[in-house]
């Protein structure tokens, strides 16, 4: 916050200048999130479409052969999400606290990719490949990676986009038992 005393004969007028509410925590999203880019395209998206990934069907079919060569592809068309469940997904993605902060502690949890949510506005896309049995999910634009941690938050992610799904992630099982 500035604050600016401004003197016009004899009166002296106090002006604040004051941050729009909320853009401290923007700026934090921002960082988190990779970048202005990246925020701008979860903040208000043209369209939201969820896939599952290479990695579930491997896992239902052939654990026991060998690993897909990029896991975390999209097995097959993406489903359009509607305007509600966008809302919900941006409120969640968009809110610092649904992210864990880097520490030097490591959950003895694996990288799963389960699903694999894609944003797009105008021609940028940013896709998070989330892995709900461990909270991770991977960020990425264009070339651009990023680790997010969303362990707080990674059943709720579940609930919102389980609708959607017609395979169920076999590391999703356990969550609604």
Not at 52 to 57: D, E, F, G, K, V
Not at 76 to 83: A, Q, R
Not at 123 to 140: D, F, T
Request: aromatic letters at 8%; a positive charge; glycine letters at 8%.
């Amino acid at each position: 916050m500035h604050v600016l005393l401004i003197s016009s004969g004899g009166v002296v007028y106090l002006g604040l200048a004051l941050l729009a509410p909320g853009c401290g925590r923007s700026d934090k999203m921002s960082v988190m999130l990779g970048g202005a880019d990246a925020m701008s395209v979860i903040r208000s998206p043209e369209k939201v479409e969820l896939f599952p990934s290479l990695y579930t069907y491997w896992m239902e079919t052939n654990p026991a052969g060998p690993m897909p060569p990029n896991p975390i592809e999209k097995a097959g068309p993406g489903t359009n999400l509607p305007p509600a469940t966008v809302s919900e997904l941006t409120q969640l993605l968009l809110n610092p606290q649904s992210y864990l902060p880097k520490t030097n502690y490591l959950r003895n949890d694996v990288f799963e990719p389960e699903v694999i949510l894609r944003f797009t506005k105008r021609k940028k896309i940013v896709e998070l490949v989330l892995s709900i049995g461990s909270g991770h999910a991977l960020l990425q634009t264009g070339p651009t990676e990023k680790d997010v941690d969303l362990f707080p938050v990674r059943n709720e992610l579940a609930r919102i986009t389980r609708p959607y799904l017609n395979k169920i992630p076999y590391t999703w099982r356990y969550l609604f038992n």
